[in-house]
């Protein structure tokens, strides 16, 4: 019998400075802070491997916060302490995350010998008052550079990511942006593009409040959803998800597990987990994770039957194949017209969903393309 695959979520929450429209649990810190939290990280990894021996992990995410901040020699034993607590499969996706203003070539070097295959650098945007704006540490300049010390490092698999509707963003600047991006020496292999949203707690939620908000109007946003769609396809980029983009065989593994349900394992602060249908998540504490990095578990729900067809639904139609009705019918005994059939004929009445077969592949749910376009209105429907 083959073991059940497993992916893993490492969170860094550190970073030089938050930006303006950051919600992620990340805060700058002392470098005694960063050494104490790396121990109780090894220390949770140590412990709660020893339930995973059954395991294969097929992908890791180190993200953040910034985990180019770290060192090459602690990135190495970050991997070490996976590799000695869980089987990894030989053509496992090894994500980072990088801000390029807290990379080096040394690093580079250091971070794929240690293993890492896979690199995710947060480029946002190639204007300079846009990244000014954004409170991002680099500049245009210092990214491409950095993505070059990454390719001559002997990495072949990189996303970047990019924003759109940001404040004092305009359709023209917006293009630039991914032209630059899709003129890079050798072109990335993916590309995530995000529309900002603002969050609340922010600085860019309390400029909002006071009108200091620049941002787009609501028809030049939409045309930068549509630019994002038609330029990309012309280089050759197909769109997997709703805000990613990948040349064909550089889908990110590891978040296609998260839209599938695949289980996967969560360390550090506020990190979430998906083990047999339990969802649970670490404490946002930083010193009860120092303290108890082990003990830190909260927020444990085990989900109904019912609530895991909600999540098949609405995350599996976050990716464009949409979901298998073979893989629906061989989890829960009932096709997905059993349980939702009134909502599936509306909207497929509508021309927002569609059933397509797959050559060798089967039957799919998808969204069409108006569907993508309404997508959070869609989803919403498969709440019960």
Same mark, same amino acid.
């Given at each position: 019998?083959?073991?059940?695959?497993?992916?893993?979520?490492?969170?860094?929450?550190?970073?030089?400075?938050?930006?303006? &429209?950051?919600?992620?649990?990340?805060?700058?810190? @002392?470098?005694?802070?960063?050494?104490?939290?790396?121990?109780?990280?090894?220390?949770?990894?140590?412990?709660?491997?020893?339930?995973?021996?059954?395991?294969?992990?097929?992908?890791?995410?180190?993200?953040?916060?910034?985990?180019?901040?770290?060192?090459?020699?602690?990135?190495?034993?970050?991997?070490?302490?996976?590799?000695?607590?869980?089987?990894?499969?030989?053509?496992?996706?090894?994500?980072?995350?990088?801000?390029?203003?807290?990379?080096?070539?040394?690093?580079?070097?250091?971070?794929?010998?240690?293993?890492?295959?896979?690199?995710?650098?947060?480029?946002?945007?190639?204007? +300079?008052?846009?990244?000014?704006?954004?409170?991002?540490?680099?500049?245009?300049?210092?990214?491409?550079?950095?993505?070059?010390?990454?390719? +001559?490092?002997?990495?072949?698999?990189?996303?970047?990511?990019?924003?759109?509707?940001?404040?004092?963003?305009?359709?023209?600047?917006?293009?630039?942006?991914?032209?630059?991006?899709?003129?890079?020496?050798?072109?990335?292999?993916?590309?995530?593009?995000?529309?900002?949203?603002?969050?609340?707690?922010?600085?860019?939620?309390?400029?909002?409040?006071?009108?200091?908000?620049?941002?787009? +109007? +609501?028809?030049?946003?939409?045309?930068?959803?549509?630019?994002?769609?038609?330029?990309?396809?012309?280089?050759?980029?197909? %769109?997997?998800?709703?805000?990613?983009?990948?040349?064909?065989?550089?889908?990110?593994?590891?978040?296609?597990?998260?839209?599938?349900? %695949?289980?996967?394992?969560?360390?550090?602060?506020?990190?979430?987990?998906?083990?047999?249908?339990?969802?649970?998540?670490?404490?946002?504490?930083?010193?009860?994770?120092?303290?108890?990095?082990?003990?830190?578990?909260?927020?444990?729900?085990?989900? @109904?039957?019912?609530?895991?067809?909600?999540?098949?639904?609405?995350?599996?139609?976050?990716?464009? %194949?949409?979901?298998?009705?073979?893989?629906?019918?061989?989890?829960?005994?009932?096709?997905?017209?059993?349980?939702?059939?009134?909502?599936?004929?509306?909207?497929?009445?509508?021309?927002?969903?569609?059933?397509?077969?797959?050559?060798?592949?089967?039957? &799919?749910?998808?969204?069409?393309?108006?569907?993508?376009?309404?997508?959070?209105?869609?989803?919403?429907?498969?709440?019960?």
């Amino acid at each position: 019998m083959n073991p059940k695959e497993l992916e893993l979520y490492i969170h860094i929450p550190f970073c030089v400075k938050k930006c303006s &429209y950051c919600d992620f649990l990340s805060a700058p810190a @002392t470098e005694q802070t960063r050494e104490a939290y790396m121990a109780a990280l090894f220390a949770e990894i140590e412990g709660r491997a020893k339930d995973y021996k059954d395991r294969i992990v097929t992908s890791v995410f180190i993200g953040g916060g910034t985990p180019s901040l770290l060192s090459g020699d602690r990135i190495n034993q970050l991997m070490e302490h996976i590799r000695e607590g869980f089987t990894l499969a030989e053509d496992a996706e090894i994500t980072m995350e990088v801000n390029p203003g807290t990379a080096t070539a040394e690093k580079f070097t250091a971070f794929h010998a240690a293993g890492i295959n896979r690199l995710s650098i947060g480029m946002q945007s190639a204007q +300079e008052k846009e990244l000014k704006m954004l409170g991002r540490i680099h500049d245009f300049g210092s990214f491409v550079q950095v993505y070059r010390e990454a390719v +001559e490092a002997g990495f072949t698999n990189i996303n970047v990511d990019v924003m759109s509707g940001l404040p004092g963003q305009t359709l023209a600047s917006y293009r630039d942006t991914l032209e630059k991006v899709l003129h890079l020496e050798p072109m990335p292999q993916h590309i995530s593009a995000y529309s900002l949203i603002v969050e609340e707690g922010t600085p860019f939620a309390a400029m909002a409040e006071r009108g200091e908000l620049p941002l787009p +109007e +609501e028809d030049t946003e939409r045309a930068m959803y549509e630019e994002t769609i038609e330029v990309l396809a012309k280089y050759g980029f197909h %769109r997997y998800e709703i805000s990613n983009y990948a040349l064909d065989g550089y889908e990110c593994r590891h978040n296609v597990g998260y839209w599938i349900r %695949r289980d996967y394992l969560g360390f550090g602060i506020g990190a979430a987990s998906l083990i047999d249908n339990v969802r649970f998540q670490n404490g946002r504490d930083l010193n009860t994770y120092l303290a108890h990095s082990f003990a830190c578990r909260e927020e444990e729900q085990s989900l @109904t039957t019912q609530e895991q067809m909600e999540e098949t639904m609405f995350l599996g139609l976050r990716l464009v %194949r949409g979901v298998s009705y073979e893989d629906f019918e061989k989890q829960y005994g009932k096709s997905p017209e059993e349980v939702y059939g009134k909502v599936i004929a509306k909207n497929v009445a509508d021309g927002l969903l569609t059933v397509r077969e797959e050559e060798n592949r089967g039957r &799919y749910l998808a969204l069409t393309k108006r569907g993508l376009d309404l997508s959070n209105y869609v989803m919403a429907q498969f709440l019960f």
